[in-house]
């Protein structure tokens, strides 16, 4: 199997709600190394650059406003399968539908606010990475 890296982002619904070491730790329990990590907030901007793919669809400025709302943690996970066992612990998009024991059936509201992003692919993975951090803050191990 492959070692791979992804990235994942707790919402800012979940850091308000002090959910940001529940996540943590579902992440390392399913196998998935926390190699690079930061608290930050997006600007506007940023966050309509990251979420640049869902410009046209009814959702976007509700996206943009609700990842803007307050800080983020943007981490980077390191492990085998790495984009695929994310998106497994984390659940379905919408809360509801999330399988129990997911990060969202656990700690997201609703399908805006559903604690966690992850990658979706390689691709994505590589320019979401990209997009928060420096090879030089990244520790693999
Ligand atoms: P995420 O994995 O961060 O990728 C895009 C996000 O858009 C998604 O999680 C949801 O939080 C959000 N999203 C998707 N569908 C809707 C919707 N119908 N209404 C509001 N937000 C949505």
Redesign the pocket.
């Known amino acids: 199997m492959a070692i791979e890296r992804t990235l994942s982002?707790v919402?800012p619904d979940a850091v308000a709600k002090n959910f940001i070491g529940g996540i943590l730790a579902k992440l390392e329990g399913a196998q998935l190394t926390i190699i690079g990590a930061k608290l930050m907030r997006l600007s506007p901007a940023q966050a309509a650059l990251f979420?640049g793919v869902?410009r046209e669809?009814?959702?976007?400025q509700?996206?943009v406003d609700?990842?803007t709302s307050g800080p983020i943690m943007v981490q980077v996970l390191e492990g085998e399968n790495a984009i695929l066992r994310n998106r497994e612990v984390?659940g379905a998009?919408?809360p509801a539908k999330a399988d129990a024991g997911t990060i969202r059936a656990e700690f997201g509201a609703?399908?805006?606010?559903?604690a966690?992003?992850?990658s979706?692919g390689p691709e994505t993975a590589h320019e979401e990475i990209a997009f928060f951090f420096a090879q030089a803050e990244l520790q693999p191990r």
């Open positions: 982002i919402k979420y869902h669809r009814s959702f976007f509700e996206l609700f990842m984390m998009t919408d609703n399908i805006g606010e559903n966690v992003h992850g979706d």
